[in-house]
């Protein structure tokens, strides 16, 4: 790759998540990951980010400059520098949050009109901050000053780090594939998992199609595939076997163990609060805690992390756990769900109502940011990741880097991530959950000698991620499309590369 060329990093799948999410989820935090290493160590002109853009139905892209070391997901930073509206959680209209503090007409027609020229003044950061959303504004309508038209050259390459499925999406793919054809770019496409096509059953409406017929285009689109595990690609590999006819190369670059924390500070950007405030009881780097998660943890407790969904086997879990308080009585930990709600849990919403939430002993931490995570790993006896299936399985990697044990799945990729640190079940056996459990709970030496071998554990780094990313695009490509003389290269996810 010569220094002309230009890698061009999608982030389209983020863009179109940040519209309706204040909290990053796994895919779209992997991708900030990976983009904040390389923006440091390889920006300039040579990366760029590339998005097929939902308000302008265009490719544009954008600097990666803002996404350094120390960049902290905001909603609607992110949206603004993308130029994109949003909607963030608990967002209501003005008449509605007026309706709410004011019972005066009069009040509220005043108050109306300070807050609108507030605004104004302000470049709609009073709007932002009360989470008061508004009509489209017409500068969106044409194409804002730091949003720039994309125009390849041969041998610029873009590398699509999430899913660009959909019917969004049918026209970025089709430019790409046009661009491929008349200019000669490479494209690289990371395929994270492919849960609708291993397990149909735990997602909704026509995904598994969409998904289907999207890899089988991509298979004939792009020169190579990034995933992030041996099961990936043993799933990957045995669906272009089974329905395509091109061999795609593919080279798997594990993911992180590591939870990287952003600067501390709070959501006002200020300090914490001083006075009645205790950092070890109240907070995370300084950080001022919600309630609910300071509640949760204020016993003991054993931590489950991710979407509230029936792939996350949390049905199973809370059966389990109701014969653990049956065997343990008042000696049972609390089992505290820390993600946002998700899909197909029905039977898991049942059994919540039915026992009440077992009485107490098993509680949810909706949609907790990376410091309320972070002090939630910390503290917990050990956290659980018992799903049907992963593509990796960052909950499992980062318990570890907390230095707590895990019980997880002996299934699909979630050996690879905690090799021989965890203490693995069968997720279709409950009574295989219940005796790995049990184990943790009730034989404190047993889990503190296991806390102690992993925090001896040199665990792979984001930086690690990025550096075998960018040396898999980077690589020279053969005549044939293949990589180099092996087209499937393989890291061991325990491992890091010697510096």
């Known amino acids: 790759m010569s220094a002309e060329n230009v890698i061009y990093f999608d982030v389209s799948d983020v863009v179109e998540f ?22 440091q160590v390889q920006g300039g002109e040579n990366l760029r980010l590339i998005c097929y853009h939902p308000l302008f139905r265009r490719m544009l892209w954008f600097s990666a400059e803002p996404f350094d070391a120390s960049y902290v997901y905001d909603q609607a930073e992110f949206c603004r520098h993308f130029c994109i509206d949003y909607r963030a959680a608990g967002v209501r209209r003005l008449r509605d949050h007026l309706k709410k ?22 470049h709609g950061r009073t709007f932002e901050r009360l989470k008061i959303i508004q009509k489209r504004s017409r500068r ?3 194409k804002p000053a730091n949003a720039f038209e994309v125009s390849f050259e041969t041998g610029d390459r873009v590398f699509i780090t999430g899913a660009t499925w959909g019917d969004l999406f049918r026209k970025y793919v089709d430019a790409l594939t046009e661009a491929k054809r008349k200019v000669g770019i490479e494209v690289s496409l990371f395929v994270h998992d492919l849960i609708p096509l291993a397990c149909p059953e735990h997602v909704v409406d026509n995904v598994p199609e969409q998904f289907s017929d999207w890899i ?13 595990s ?6 990957l590999e045995r669906f272009m ?36 405030f205790d950092p070890e009881r109240h907070g995370f780097n300084g950080r001022r805690l919600r309630a609910d ?30 014969e653990v308080h049956r065997r343990l009585g008042f000696d049972t930990p609390r089992l505290v769900f820390a993600g946002k709600h998700g899909w197909l849990k029905g039977p898991f919403d049942d059994f919540l109502q039915g026992t009440g939430s077992l009485n107490g002993y098993i509680r949810i931490v909706d949609r907790p940011d990376d410091f309320e995570l972070a002090y939630l790993y910390k503290r917990c006896l050990f ?16 318990s570890l880097w907390f230095g707590r044990p895990v019980v997880a799945s002996n299934v699909s990729s979630m050996p690879e991530v905690g090799g021989p640190l965890v203490e693995y079940a069968d997720p279709y056996d409950p009574r295989s959950i219940l005796d790995a459990c049990l184990k943790l709970i009730t034989d404190d030496d047993h889990r503190e000698a296991m806390a102690r071998r992993i925090r001896r554990e040199d665990l792979r780094r984001w930086s690690d991620v990025a550096e075998g990313i960018w040396q898999a695009l980077t690589a020279s490509i053969g005549p044939e499309g293949g990589q180099g003389a092996a087209p499937v290269v393989s890291v061991s996810a325990m491992a890091r590369p010697s510096r």
């Open 18 to 39: 940040a519209r309706s999410n204040d909290r990053l989820s796994g895919i779209q935090r992997v991708s900030i990951e990976i983009i904040k290493y390389l923006s």
């Open 101 to 122: 503090r004011y019972k005066s007409s009069l009040k509220r027609a005043f108050h109306g009109w300070r807050l609108r020229l507030r605004n104004a003044l302000d």
């Open 140 to 142: 969106f309508e044409a």
């Open 216 to 228: 089988s285009r991509m298979s004939g689109l792009v020169d190579l595939f990034l995933v992030n």
């Open 230 to 235: 041996e099961a990936t690609r043993r799933d």
């Open 241 to 276: 076997r089974t329905y395509t006819e091109r061999a795609t190369p593919i080279r798997v670059v594990p993911l992180a163990h590591e939870f990287l924390l952003p600067e501390s500070r709070n959501r006002e950007g200020g300090q914490a609060p001083a006075k009645f």
């Open 293 to 322: 998660v300071l509640n949760a943890a204020q016993l003991s407790y054993v931590l489950v992390v991710g979407t509230i969904e029936s792939r996350k086997n949390v049905w199973t879990l809370a059966t389990v756990w109701q």
């Open 383 to 398: 956290s659980v990741c018992v799903s049907y299936y992963e593509g990796w399985g960052l909950p499992i990697g980062e």
